[in-house]
């Protein structure tokens, strides 16, 4: 059976635990990338990252972007979000149609 996992300061992510989320708190984005890496290379078909940390390895997050699994999701922080989330999605849309359909080309 396929887990899901989420990556972020302790702040942001203990409360997934109380839903049965595995957590893995990250300070920092070395810990993190070998966090991701590690969840990628296991039974985890979903990974969600905070913003803050999903914009500190971009390339790390890149490299399982065309990947059947895991899909690696990011989520808003504690801070609240930063619209990364929403400019993937634009992102993985105007990739697999050829055209930004959601808002025109405005972000």
């Given at each position: 059976m396929y887990k899901i996992?989420?990556?972020?300061?302790?702040?942001?992510?203990?409360g997934f635990k109380a839903v049965g989320l595995d957590?893995?708190?990250c300070s920092r984005s070395e810990e993190a990338k070998k966090v991701l890496h590690r969840l990628a290379?296991?039974?985890y078909a979903i990974i969600y990252v905070t913003e803050d940390l999903?914009?500190?390895?971009?390339?790390?997050?890149?490299?399982y972007k065309d990947a059947k699994l895991p899909a690696i999701i990011p989520l808003p922080g504690?801070?609240?979000a930063s619209g990364a989330g929403m400019d993937n999605v634009r992102k993985a849309?105007?990739?697999?149609?050829?055209?930004?359909?959601?808002?025109?080309?405005?972000k």
């Amino acid at each position: 059976m396929y887990k899901i996992g989420v990556i972020g300061d302790k702040d942001s992510v203990l409360g997934f635990k109380a839903v049965g989320l595995d957590v893995f708190p990250c300070s920092r984005s070395e810990e993190a990338k070998k966090v991701l890496h590690r969840l990628a290379a296991g039974e985890y078909a979903i990974i969600y990252v905070t913003e803050d940390l999903a914009a500190q390895m971009p390339a790390e997050i890149d490299r399982y972007k065309d990947a059947k699994l895991p899909a690696i999701i990011p989520l808003p922080g504690r801070g609240g979000a930063s619209g990364a989330g929403m400019d993937n999605v634009r992102k993985a849309v105007e990739r697999a149609v050829g055209a930004d359909i959601l808002f025109g080309g405005e972000k």
